[in-house]
T-cell receptor, first 112, second 113 residues
Framework: SQQGEEDPQALSIQEGENATMNCSYK?????LQWYRQNSGRGLVHLIL?????REKHSGRLRVTLDTSKKSSSLLITASRAADTASYFC????????????FGSGTRLQVQP | ETGVTQSPTHLIKTRGQQVTLRCSSQ?????VSWYQQALGQGPQFIFQ???????GRGNFPPRFSGLQFPNYSSELNVNALELDDSALYLC????????????FGPGTRLTVL
């Protein structure tokens, strides 16, 4: 079963605009990760944020984590057509299974 | 450094058949995890192997089984295929058991007719 939901399910923006995706999860976590997937191929790791962190940056990416609300957001600034992909959040539980539990994903379309 | 590779890329089987999917982990990685991704969904964890032993399993029936070899490559076997087994199968490798960044292969697209 999926850990949680991502919002929106689909997002279409113009090149140069910012894209924000949200992720909610259900259980307490050790860390939360964001992955990108192009056209049903393999996933590429973007960024990891630990449960004791609130914000993290990597290039044009900014991730926030609110453990009290069990939610995270991914901001992509100054988007490019090449950012068109599906984006998934994935959580790692702080107890038990050492595997990623993925959300349902946000499909981002960046129009040139 | 070689990344994670999977074979075959695509596969078509009929209901009731058996299939074996293969994964070669990234150099230096001793942990392999397998995921099933149905169309339009996020990946779901099938199981994980660490140093040739199963180290956790998701909500998949016993007809999903696996192996990890001494060189840390891995196989996913599915018996008695069902139509709902049609999906993209992804393997991911990582160094050790801590679930930080996982390195995914390109996946095998399985179609069951």
């Amino acid at each position: 079963s999926q850990q949680g939901e991502e919002d929106p399910q689909a997002l279409s923006i113009q090149e140069g605009e910012n894209a924000t995706m949200n992720c909610s999860y259900k259980t307490s976590i050790n860390n939360l990760q964001w992955y990108r997937q192009n056209s049903g191929r393999g996933l590429v790791h973007l960024i990891l944020i630990r449960s004791n962190e609130r914000e993290k940056h990597s290039g044009r990416l900014r991730v926030t984590l609110d453990t009290s609300k069990k939610s995270s957001s991914l901001l992509i600034t100054a988007s490019r057509a090449a950012d068109t992909a599906s984006y998934f959040c994935a959580t790692v539980s702080d107890t038990g299974r050492r595997a990623l539990t993925f959300g349902s994903g946000t499909r981002l379309q960046v129009q040139p | 450094e070689t990344g994670v590779t999977q074979s075959p890329t695509h596969l078509i089987k009929t209901r009731g058949q058996q299939v074996t999917l293969r994964c070669s982990s990234q150099s230096g990685h001793n942990t392999v995890s397998w995921y099933q991704q149905a169309l339009g969904q996020g990946p779901q964890f099938i199981f994980q192997y660490y140093r040739e032993e199963e180290n956790g399993r998701g909500n998949f029936p016993p007809r999903f089984s696996g192996l990890q070899f001494p060189n840390y490559s891995s196989e996913l076997n599915v018996n008695a295929l069902e139509l709902d087994d049609s999906a993209l199968y992804l393997c991911a490798s990582s160094p050790g058991l801590a679930v930080n960044e996982q390195f995914f292969g390109p996946g095998t697209r399985l179609t069951v007719l």
